[in-house]
């Protein structure tokens, strides 16, 4: 088993340029969930999915931010345009969302850093 | 008050000792519970999960939940060296059993094992 595959695993960009993150699933999930990592913030949830669609987005810090997961095999995560406090490592999960106890299997995360 | 609340630490305990590490939780319709190990520069692995008031063990890991107290904890016996690392409680809320899938983590507590 493969496990959640992201691309890249890092990232650096200038400060006004789009950044698009990407996500693969665990076969047969069908939970997908967006996380940021900061040592500020700790483990923040952006956006999760269920059966590719958006369940819930309240995470989402701004409208920079958007997600799309077009089948059940892919996701991106968009931020346009970045910004310097976006600097983060974004990590994708996914899980069997409907089997107890609803356990999450996290990709190796992306390391943005915005200049 | 947050949603999820582990022990604050550092927590620094020698090789061979009993690491103790806790997390409180806020909702009580809260259904599972899981102990993520993560590494420095890794992404979180699953460790453990419970969901039945007691104890589980695993090895040398024992997670204790007492839901009347809405009190989780890890117990690490003969502590080692590889156990350093950030140890994150999450917990699956369950808003109206909208919820399935979706966890709340806490900030996590890093653990040093000293030789």
């Known amino acids: 088993d493969a496990g959640v595959i992201q691309s890249p695993r890092h990232e650096v960009t200038e400060m006004g340029q789009e950044v698009t993150l990407r996500c693969k699933p665990i076969?047969?999930?069908?939970?997908l969930f967006w996380y940021r990592q900061t040592m500020m913030r700790g483990l923040e949830l952006l956006i999760y999915?269920?059966?590719?669609?958006?369940?819930?987005d309240s995470g989402m810090p701004e409208d920079r931010f958007s997600a799309k997961m077009p089948n059940a095999s892919f996701s991106t995560l968009k931020i346009q345009p970045s910004e310097p406090r976006d600097s983060a490592v974004y990590f994708c999960?996914?899980?069997?969302?409907?089997?107890?106890?609803?356990?999450?299997?996290f990709g190796p995360g992306t390391r943005l850093t915005v200049t | 008050q947050k949603e999820v609340e582990q022990n604050s630490g550092p927590l620094s305990v020698p090789e061979g000792a009993i690491a103790s590490l806790n997390c409180t939780y806020s909702?009580?319709?809260?259904?599972?519970f899981f102990w993520y190990r993560q590494y420095s520069g890794k992404s979180p692995e699953l460790i453990m999960f419970?969901?039945?008031?007691g104890d589980k063990e695993d090895g040398r890991f024992t997670a204790q939940l007492n839901k009347a107290s809405q009190y989780v904890s890890l117990l690490i016996r003969d502590s080692q060296p590889s156990d350093s690392a950030t140890y994150l409680c999450?917990?699956?809320?369950?808003?109206?059993?909208?919820?399935?899938?979706?966890?709340?983590f806490g900030q996590g507590t890093i653990l040093t094992v000293h030789p």
């Open positions: 076969s047969g999930h069908d939970y």
């Open positions: 419970i969901y039945s008031n």
């Open positions: 999960a996914s899980s069997l969302g409907q089997l107890f106890p609803y356990e999450q299997y």
């Open positions: 909702d009580r319709g809260s259904q599972s």
């Open positions: 999450a917990v699956n809320m369950d808003a109206g059993g909208t919820s399935y899938g979706k966890l709340t």
């Open positions: 999915f269920n059966n590719n669609v958006p369940i819930d």
